[in-house]
């Protein structure tokens, strides 16, 4: 098979797949953190025009929506798979904290005010579904990036990532309403976040 090399202004473009999420029609979720920061700059230079030109040339996107930022604990800063994703077409799932005292509050509030005005390739608005987030999960006082959202969707099932918390139960059955047609399995990630990723991290899906 042909191996396509993305390059932009003479550069390599450098994109994890965890920092970005499709439609499949048109539209992209990314953040700002992750791809504008100045922290664990990718592509040095680049700007946000630069990389609506790159996904629009490579990946087919006319819309982009920038949420602002990841996740406490992200050791990718802002990775969009730990926070935000589409489940179909014109459906995507967030994740909020209810936990005012939390790190995590207002940055997945200010995520979700950005969704919430957001539009899909063809300007209509999209359907917003709350996820929880559970309890902080902490390893040798590091605060560990655990998330529902990071779930892999597979052909005919959801692998769910799951933390032996109260909110495991609430997660998996807002995410199996929304797949219907697949199979929701949790699967118990506790010890795989130790290393700052659960099940999307730790893989990724191949379009048939």
């Known amino acids: 098979m042909e191996r396509v090399q993305p390059m932009h202004k003479g550069k390599r473009v450098v994109l994890e797949g965890g920092s970005i999420d499709v439609n499949g029609k048109g539209t992209l979720l990314t953040t700002r953190e992750c791809l ?3 922290v664990q700059v990718r592509n040095p230079g680049f700007t946000q025009q630069d990389y609506e030109e ?4 490579y990946l087919g996107i006319s819309n982009v ?3 602002e930022s990841g996740i406490v604990g992200d050791d990718t800063h802002g990775h969009v ?14 994740v909020v904290e209810k936990d005012k005292a939390s790190d995590n509050y ?15 390739q063809n300007g209509r608005q999209l359907n917003i579904v709350e996820l929880p987030m559970p309890r902080p999960v902490v390893f040798e006082e590091q605060v560990l990036p655990a998330s529902y959202a990071n779930f892999l969707i597979a052909n005919d099932m959801v692998l769910v990532p799951t933390f032996n918390d109260p909110s495991d139960r609430i997660a998996l059955s807002i995410l199996a309403e ?6 929701v399995v949790g699967i118990h990630a506790v010890d795989l976040v130790w290393g700052l ?7 990724q899906q191949i379009p048939a």
């Open 65 to 67: 929506i920038w949420l």
């Open 36 to 38: 504008l920061s100045d």
């Open 54 to 57: 790159i996904f629009a040339k």
């Open 81 to 94: 798979d730990d926070i935000t994703r589409f489940v179909n077409a014109d459906t995507i799932v967030t």
């Open 106 to 120: 207002a940055l997945l509030k200010q995520n979700l005010n950005i969704l919430k005005k957001s539009r899909d």
């Open 178 to 183: 929304l797949f219907p047609k697949r199979e």
């Open 197 to 203: 990723g659960t099940i999307h991290c730790m893989s």
